[in-house]
């Protein structure tokens, strides 16, 4: 079984800093790149702040020496054949685009070493949507982390006829390693276990916004109070980010997803609400 201890995430945004930063905290050395030294210096401002939200969230309350250590496990580079140059492990968080991912992995494959497992953190795509542009199919696999990772620690791990077993097991064991709990498919399924469950439970409450029937602030209130759920659609779509549920609903040729990311464009990213990471989305942080 393939050994992982170097681990390498491309994409700083939201999920991917989390990625990086979890793993760097249980003690891999990670490098984290990103496509320019702008968004690479904006990238040590979320390292930061997670470092934060690790000592004050009651589910890590880290101590200062603890993310200390995790940061100097961390390295950031614009430069993928830099960042790539000794990875076991490299994890894929780029934007939720086929052509994006399709092109980064074309490029991945020419300057990765040959021991490098690749992993892609789609939420809609399917690995084997991928996998020939990887150069790698055996030693490529979909692993998908939740939002808040720290908190809602699963690990989705989901590989192709191609995939090795002896590397999907060596990706079981680093999400283990990481403090994740890994959630093992048997077979390819879009949207894995969460987002089976979660994507219709995000497209009735939009239905019902954009039908008239409620606005999200009933929507949210309605769930949370006749569940005892602890956040509603709206809710979830702001700690998601409006951006992740654009970029998904304007791929779909349904045309109510289209209509919703019509919806979304207009009265959210337009106006540069964009969730929690930007302090406005549905509601205000």
Do not use: C
């Not at 064991?173 to 969460?194: C, D, H, M, N, T």
């Not at 606005?215 to 979830?236: L, M, N, S």
């Amino acid at each position: 079984m393939p050994a992982i201890n170097k681990v390498t995430v491309l994409g700083t945004g939201v999920l991917g800093s989390q990625i990086a930063f979890q793993a760097a905290y249980f003690g891999y050395d990670v490098t984290a790149y990103d496509i320019s030294d702008e968004i690479v210096e904006k990238a040590k401002d979320r390292f930061a702040g997670l470092a934060k939200v690790y000592q004050t969230d009651d589910t890590v309350a880290a101590t200062p020496e603890k993310v200390a250590a995790a940061l100097a496990h961390l390295a950031l580079t614009p430069d993928l054949a830099d960042a790539v140059v000794d990875a076991d492990l490299v994890i894929e968080a780029a934007p939720e685009s086929l052509d994006i991912k399709r092109d980064l992995y074309t490029k991945l494959a020419d300057v990765a070493p040959a021991k490098s497992i690749f992993a892609t953190n789609s939420s809609t795509l399917l690995p084997s949507d991928l996998k020939e542009f990887t150069g790698r199919p055996d030693r490529f696999l979909a692993l998908h982390y939740a939002n808040q990772v720290w908190r809602y620690n699963t690990a989705e791990i989901m590989g192709t006829t191609d995939t090795d077993p002896d590397v999907y097991a060596a990706v079981v064991k680093f999400a283990e390693g990481s403090g994740l709990v890994p959630i093992e498919l048997k077979k390819e399924k879009a949207g894995y276990v969460l987002n089976s469950l979660l994507v219709p439970f995000l497209q009735a409450g939009a239905g019902l916004v954009l039908g008239g029937y409620a606005d999200p602030e009933t929507v949210d209130k309605t769930w949370r109070i006749a569940t005892g759920a602890p956040a509603g659609p709206f809710e979830i779509y702001d700690v998601v980010g409006l951006t992740t549920a654009y970029n998904i609903s304007a791929a779909s040729s349904d045309p109510a997803s289209q209509q919703w990311a019509t919806y979304l464009k207009e009265n959210y990213i337009d106006k540069g609400k964009l969730g929690v990471a930007t302090g406005e989305g549905f509601y205000k942080y």
